[in-house]
T-cell receptor
Framework: AQSVTQLGSHVSVSEGALVLLRCNYSSSVPPYLFWYVQYPNQGLQLLLK??????LVKGINGFEAEFKKSETSFHLTKPSAHMSDAAEYFCAVIPLGGSSNTGKLIFGQGTTLQVKP | KAGVTQTPRYLIKTRGQQVTLSCSPI?????VSWYQQTPGQGLQFLFEYFSETQRNKGNFPGRFSGRQFSNSRSEMNVSTLELGDSALYLCASSLDPQAPLQNEQYFGPGTRLTVT
């Protein structure tokens, strides 16, 4: 079964520092990959997605992610953290193949990003 | 374009009762998926509806059910509530989950259900 692993349930960075949130997926066939952000008491907001094509994907708010098939990874980065980036981040996949996967996102456990002044 | 809306935002129910949650997708989106979010289990897929048909279902008991109307609005129902059903219930809409360029899901703010 498909799964998503986010390394580190909590990540703390200083304002202005690089943000790196790790995500690995388990699949023999690369799935569709997504990163979402959730602010307190809100739903999930789509940051970026990868389906096919260019492996470096740019998203909103200065975030980007690189799909690496050889490492089955889709890590999220941002060059310079801002206080407003503090939130919980979820990596998710839509497995490929079969109607049983339609409309179903499989999420990682989430990473809480803390940004220190 | 208006986003996904969910009503109500907050609910408090007693064990044994039933509850109905509502979700209105983004205009033009025909697919609605539902998720349960809890601190212990994270985000788990409940079911997906497309053109009034349930196409996919997660691993939840039969007490959890849903439906979709002709205008794509969706409802989910939980009968005989248990304490463990306390969670944030999120719905998401998409144009076409099976199309690579149209499968991103947009989430509503959720309904916070507390069962006492």
């Amino acid at each position: 079964a498909q799964s998503v692993t986010q390394l580190g349930s909590h990540v703390s960075v200083s304002e202005g520092a690089l943000v790196l949130l790790r995500c690995n997926y388990s699949s023999s066939v690369p799935p569709y990959l997504f990163w979402y952000v959730q602010y307190p008491n809100q739903g999930l907001q789509l940051l970026l997605k990868y389906t096919t094509g260019a492996t470096l994907v740019k998203g909103i708010n200065g975030f980007e992610a690189e799909f690496k098939k050889s490492e089955t990874s889709f890590h999220l980065t941002k060059p310079s953290a801002h206080m407003s980036d503090a939130a919980e981040y979820f990596c998710a996949v839509i497995p490929l193949g079969g109607s049983s996967n339609t409309g179903k996102l499989i999420f990682g456990q989430g990473t809480t990003l803390q940004v220190k002044p | 374009k208006a986003g996904v809306t969910q009503t109500p935002r907050y609910l408090i129910k007693t064990r044994g009762q039933q509850v109905t949650l509502s979700c209105s997708p983004i205009s033009g989106h025909r697919s609605v998926s539902w998720y349960q979010q809890t601190p212990g289990q994270g985000l788990q897929f409940l079911f997906e509806y497309f053109s009034e048909t349930q196409r996919n279902k997660g691993n939840f008991p039969g007490r959890f059910s849903g439906r979709q109307f002709s205008n794509s609005r969706s409802e989910m129902n939980v009968s005989t509530l248990e304490l463990g059903d306390s969670a944030l219930y999120l719905c998401a809409s998409s144009l076409d989950p099976q199309a690579p360029l149209q499968n991103e899901q947009y989430f509503g703010p959720g309904t916070r259900l507390t069962v006492t």
